[in-house]
């Protein structure tokens, strides 16, 4: 049997304090497990949800290799698509965080922030598309 997703926030946190690892995603501007975990998009249903409907992309019929051309001239519809698409089924990670921290006053703590965070990046999505469009516009 598949194991429950779960994604230790104390473990993570000492990965991401980690030298090494904090040079790899300073330009992904992620500082903390916070600003790590906000790219979370779904779970396993979720995302089985989401693709569900999605065609295969097999030898036989290589979707994939044609899609290109297809789409050429409606790219920038199916970036906006694929955008809200996301934004629409994108959830927060906070059902699948443990060992949030020691005290209960800790774990509310880091439930608050997750979800405020979670909630503004929703928010930013919708934004930055926005913004991109109207910059494609002007060009």
């Known amino acids: 049997a598949r194991e429950k997703l779960e994604i230790d926030l104390a473990l993570l946190r000492g990965k991401i304090e980690a030298a090494h690892i904090q040079g790899e995603l300073k330009d992904l501007y992620v500082n903390d497990p916070i ?3 906000d790219w979370f998009a779904m779970g396993e249903e979720a995302l089985a949800r989401y693709v569900e409907d999605a065609r295969i992309n097999t030898d036989n019929h290589p979707f994939l290799e044609f899609a290109p051309a297809m789409f050429y001239f409606l790219s920038t519809q199916f970036q906006i698509q694929n955008t809200l698409s996301i934004r629409d089924s994108r959830e927060s990670v906070l059902p ?6 020691e005290t209960p ?3 509310s703590a880091v439930a608050e922030e997750v979800q405020e ?3 503004a990046t929703q928010d930013r999505i919708v934004e930055d598309l926005m913004t991109w469009l109207s910059r494609f516009r002007e060009e």
Do not use: A, Q
């Open 117 to 119: 965070r979670y909630e």
């Open 35 to 37: 600003d790590f975990l």
């Open 96 to 101: 699948f965080l443990i060992n949030m921290g």
């Open 105 to 107: 006053e800790e774990i």
